[in-house]
């Protein structure tokens, strides 16, 4: 069970990510060290480095393209 997170603890890591202080990286091991286990799989989309970031990011470019907007 996901331990609760403060509003004050979700500022502060906020301005440090907003500051440079964080990246996302850090931002997303710090939930899931409250419990928050989808912060895992956040951190693997953003760092592209697990197969369900890569399937993620495959996913929104392919449909990004079936738009007529692609990403790249």
């Given at each position: 069970?996901?331990?609760?997170?403060?509003?004050?603890?979700?500022?502060?890591?906020?301005?440090?990510?907003?500051?440079?202080?964080?990246?996302?990286?850090?931002v997303y091991r710090q939930l899931e060290?409250y419990g928050y286990k989808y912060a895992?799989?956040?951190?693997?989309?953003?760092?592209?480095n697990t197969i369900a970031g890569a399937?993620?990011?495959?996913?929104?470019?392919?449909?990004?393209?079936?738009?007529?907007?692609?990403?790249?």
């Amino acid at each position: 069970m996901p331990t609760p997170i403060s509003a004050q603890t979700l500022t502060q890591i906020r301005s440090q990510f907003e500051a440079g202080k964080l990246t996302p990286d850090q931002v997303y091991r710090q939930l899931e060290s409250y419990g928050y286990k989808y912060a895992g799989w956040a951190g693997g989309v953003a760092n592209a480095n697990t197969i369900a970031g890569a399937s993620a990011l495959t996913y929104m470019s392919n449909t990004a393209k079936e738009l007529g907007k692609p990403l790249d």
